[in-house]
């Protein structure tokens, strides 16, 4: 219920009554009448200012959210006035569930009624439908009982002046009375609500149930088919061109296809919504951001629009945000898997696993839209539950084999498992399909470069750089596939550019160490390791390496106290045992330290021919 689909209708006689009509038939009386009650940006506010509080909370709702509306569109009628003032929807929300409900005579003081219809009007305004009218006859019930030919004493108090005019409106002739003040509309307005109570709130069940050819959808594509016209075929036909071209990455096909539908009379926030997807896969979320605003203002009842609101601001980082929109999509659809999708990545984000999986369990696996898909194996994937992951990427694959999303995210669930074949596979299958999916590349190039499968590596490695010569990533796995294809001086160079982009890549400093190293460039080498050890202080080979470059500086002490640091780290590797027992051997003369560090290193299965002799020498065989 709202002013807009609440009518004072006249016959041939002149008697005037009150209906309740559809929403979609009050907005073709409004056209044709030329005048409306409300402002077009009215009208796309009106809805949710009429929400009960629960509506707002995503709680089960029944027939007292009308009389709640009931309640608003009485004291609007009375006070001229919303309870709740607001530019904003969001503020309309806030301010209903926050500020205590309003008595009439808060707005207008000198407003001449009786105080029992105030009472009416603030309980059916009541926050909490339990205190509400339980029902629509016991409210019609209440409002026929008010005597509306004398007022009712004000609790209150009143300004003298104030009590006098009030008593001088009401003592003068009914004639005069009706014709100047606002109590002489009582007799209508009482009877016109008890009758849109019957028509509005005790009809719950049958406004919900009307026949479809009553029914005015929200959006088009809703509609059945059958009951479409020719113009909203080729409009829908328009979009489906739209969303086709997407999927195949042409984007300016989409985007000529949307611009086709949004310029004809039957466009809906459907076009809006398509157009912000569109701009959302050239990467402009600013603009697409504004697009599902606008499509969320023009169907005030889309769920996914508002869901995909907050998706943009979470992929902004503007965490609170988004949590508000997913809030308010569960809200208008308890369940959107979007909305509740994206609240199970937000409690990733701060950690809280238990919450993220109890989300997730509740989403309805059988979406066929794929990017709902995609994300909810993205958050599987982030909580360690790689087959369902794998399931929802399939199921993703299933509902949009072109979604390069989806075979980008099998393919990282599959490498997670060890599953190098399959997942190359897929996240081949995600560049073919976006050449600019670089995070896909990146790890296709992760999966070569493990598989020493050094020119298809360089391939895909070389091609990354085209797109992000500044990424770190790339850079280092450049350096080892450089490396294995035996050219150092290559990778010395591009792992420095790594390490100069990301000095805390642990596995990138440890390999240019090595190489430094082995090119006699101790001091540079040693700088690598030190740097390792101060992010992981129990790096084996950081340490080891470290007192290798100190033997080759002849600091035989110090090198010395680094292998024994090494064999704290991890005693069941067998060459620091065999380099601990050299150092004390050949430069420190301790032959004892030398016998123990050579019979551990055959223990371990050290294979090194001259161990026996040296044991033999030291006595120590």
Same mark, same amino acid.
């Given at each position: 219920?709202?002013?807009?689909?609440?009518?004072?209708?006249?016959?041939?006689?002149?008697?005037?009554?009150?209906?309740?009509?559809?929403?979609?038939?009050?907005?073709?009386?409004?056209?044709?009448?030329?005048?409306?009650?409300?402002?077009?940006?009215?009208?796309?506010?009106?809805?949710?200012?009429?929400? @009960?509080?629960?509506?707002?909370?995503?709680?089960?709702?029944?027939?007292?959210?009308?009389?709640?509306?009931?309640?608003?569109?009485?004291?609007?009628?009375?006070? %001229?006035?919303?309870?709740?003032?607001?530019?904003? /929807?969001?503020?309309?929300?806030?301010?209903?569930?926050?500020?205590?409900?309003?008595?009439?005579?808060?707005?207008?003081?000198?407003?001449?009624?009786?105080?029992?219809?105030?009472?009416?009007?603030?309980? =059916?305004?009541?926050?909490?439908?339990?205190?509400?009218?339980?029902?629509?006859?016991?409210?019609?019930?209440?409002?026929?009982?008010?005597?509306?030919?004398?007022?009712?004493?004000?609790?209150?108090?009143?300004?003298?002046?104030?009590?006098?005019?009030?008593?001088?409106?009401?003592?003068?002739?009914?004639?005069?009375?009706?014709?100047?003040?606002?109590?002489?509309?009582?007799?209508?307005? /009482?009877?016109?609500?008890?009758?849109?109570?019957?028509?509005? /709130? %005790?009809?719950?069940?049958?406004?919900?149930?009307?026949?479809?050819?009553?029914?005015?959808?929200?959006?088009?594509?809703?509609?059945?088919?059958?009951?479409?016209?020719?113009?909203?075929?080729?409009?829908?036909?328009?979009?489906?061109?739209?969303?086709?071209?997407?999927?195949?990455?042409?984007?300016?096909?989409?985007?000529?296809?949307?611009?086709?539908?949004?310029?004809?009379?039957?466009?809906?926030?459907?076009?809006?919504?398509?157009?912000?997807?569109?701009?959302?896969?050239?990467?402009?979320?600013?603009? =697409?951001? !504004?697009?599902?605003?606008?499509?969320?203002?023009?169907?005030?009842?889309?769920?996914?629009?508002?869901?995909?609101?907050?998706?943009?601001?979470?992929?902004?980082?503007?965490?609170?945000? @988004?949590?508000?929109?997913?809030?308010?999509?569960?809200?208008?659809?308890?369940?959107?898997?979007?909305?509740?999708?994206?609240? @199970?990545?937000?409690?990733?984000?701060?950690?809280?696993?238990?919450?993220?999986?109890?989300?997730?369990?509740? /989403?309805?696996?059988?979406?066929?839209?794929?990017?709902?898909?995609?994300? !909810?194996?993205?958050?599987?994937?982030?909580?360690?539950?790689?087959?369902?992951?794998?399931?929802?990427?399939?199921?993703?694959?299933?509902?949009?084999?072109?979604?390069?999303?989806?075979?980008?995210?099998?393919?990282?669930?599959?490498?997670?498992?060890?599953?190098?074949?399959?997942?190359?596979?897929?996240?081949?299958? &995600?560049?073919?399909?976006?050449?600019? &999916?670089?995070? *896909?590349?990146?790890?296709?190039?992760? !999966?070569?470069?493990?598989?020493?499968?050094?020119?298809?590596?360089?391939?895909?490695?070389?091609?990354?750089?085209?797109?992000?010569?500044?990424?770190?990533?790339?850079? &280092?796995?450049?350096?080892?596939?450089?490396?294995?294809?035996?050219?150092?001086?290559?990778?010395?160079?591009?792992?420095?550019?790594?390490?100069?982009?990301?000095?805390?890549?642990?596995?990138?400093?440890?390999?240019?160490?090595?190489?430094?190293?082995?090119?006699?460039?101790?001091? &540079?080498?040693?700088?690598?390791?030190?740097?390792?050890?101060?992010?992981?202080?129990?790096?084996?080979?950081?340490?080891?390496?470290?007192?290798?470059?100190?033997?080759?500086?002849?600091?035989?002490?110090?090198?010395?106290?680094?292998?024994?640091?090494?064999?704290?780290?991890?005693?069941?590797?067998?060459?620091?045992?065999?380099?601990?027992?050299?150092? *004390?051997?050949?430069?420190?003369?301790?032959?004892?330290?030398?016998?123990?560090?050579?019979?551990?290193?055959?223990?371990?299965?050290?294979?090194?021919?001259?161990?026996?002799?040296?044991?033999?020498?030291?006595?120590?065989?």
């Amino acid at each position: 219920l709202k002013p807009d689909n609440i009518m004072v209708a006249g016959d041939a006689s002149g008697e005037l009554s009150v209906k309740v009509l559809d929403f979609g038939l009050s907005k073709l009386v409004d056209a044709k009448l030329g005048a409306s009650m409300m402002t077009q940006t009215g009208r796309i506010l009106g809805t949710p200012r009429y929400m @009960a509080p629960e509506q707002w909370e995503g709680s089960d709702v029944d027939h007292r959210i009308d009389i709640y509306a009931m309640g608003l569109v009485l004291y609007e009628l009375l006070t %001229g006035a919303q309870p709740y003032s607001s530019t904003t /929807v969001h503020e309309a929300l806030m301010r209903s569930t926050t500020d205590p409900v309003p008595s009439l005579f808060d707005r207008k003081p000198d407003l001449a009624i009786p105080e029992e219809l105030d009472d009416i009007v603030r309980r =059916a305004m009541a926050k909490r439908r339990e205190d509400r009218f339980a029902s629509a006859t016991e409210m019609r019930e209440a409002l026929e009982a008010l005597d509306i030919t004398s007022p009712s004493a004000r609790r209150s108090t009143a300004g003298a002046s104030r009590a006098t005019r009030r008593t001088a409106a009401t003592r003068r002739p009914r004639s005069e009375s009706r014709a100047e003040s606002p109590r002489s509309k009582l007799p209508l307005l /009482v009877g016109g609500v008890a009758g849109v109570l019957l028509l509005g /709130v %005790g009809g719950w069940s049958l406004f919900r149930s009307s026949e479809a050819k009553q029914k005015v959808w929200p959006r088009l594509v809703l509609k059945p088919a059958e009951e479409r016209s020719d113009a909203e075929r080729s409009y829908l036909a328009e979009l489906e061109r739209a969303r086709t071209s997407l999927r195949e990455n042409r984007p300016d096909e989409a985007m000529a296809a949307v611009e086709r539908a949004r310029r004809m009379p039957c466009a809906d926030a459907e076009a809006w919504f398509v157009r912000a997807l569109i701009y959302r896969a050239k990467h402009d979320d600013a603009t =697409a951001l !504004l697009d599902f605003q606008e499509a969320a203002r023009r169907d005030a009842s889309y769920a996914e629009a508002v869901s995909e609101i907050g998706w943009v601001l979470f992929d902004r980082d503007e965490i609170e945000k @988004a949590k508000a929109k997913f809030e308010a999509a569960s809200a208008l659809d308890s369940g959107a898997p979007g909305a509740a999708i994206g609240l @199970a990545h937000i409690a990733l984000r701060s950690g809280d696993r238990a919450a993220a999986r109890k989300r997730l369990d509740a /989403v309805d696996r059988n979406t066929e839209v794929s990017r709902v898909q995609v994300r !909810l194996g993205r958050g599987l994937l982030a909580l360690g539950d790689v087959d369902a992951a794998i399931v929802a990427f399939r199921s993703a694959k299933r509902s949009d084999s072109l979604d390069w999303r989806a075979h980008a995210g099998l393919g990282e669930a599959l490498a997670s498992k060890s599953e190098a074949t399959e997942a190359e596979a897929a996240l081949h299958e &995600a560049i073919r399909l976006q050449p600019a &999916a670089f995070d *896909a590349r990146v790890l296709l190039a992760t !999966l070569l470069v493990e598989a020493k499968k050094w020119p298809e590596a360089k391939a895909v490695v070389d091609q990354g750089l085209t797109q992000r010569s500044d990424s770190a990533r790339l850079q &280092a796995l450049r350096g080892v596939l450089s490396h294995g294809m035996g050219d150092d001086d290559g990778a010395i160079q591009a792992l420095q550019a790594a390490v100069e982009r990301d000095g805390k890549d642990v596995a990138a400093l440890l390999l240019l160490g090595t190489l430094l190293q082995k090119k006699g460039q101790l001091d &540079a080498a040693i700088e690598r390791y030190t740097a390792v050890q101060s992010m992981d202080v129990e790096n084996y080979t950081a340490a080891l390496n470290f007192g290798l470059c100190l033997i080759g500086k002849q600091k035989f002490r110090d090198a010395a106290i680094k292998l024994d640091y090494a064999i704290r780290i991890d005693d069941t590797r067998a060459y620091a045992h065999l380099a601990r027992g050299i150092v *004390a051997m050949e430069y420190l003369g301790e032959n004892q330290v030398a016998v123990r560090a050579f019979k551990r290193y055959r223990e371990l299965g050290g294979t090194d021919q001259r161990v026996a002799g040296w044991l033999k020498r030291l006595g120590g065989d």
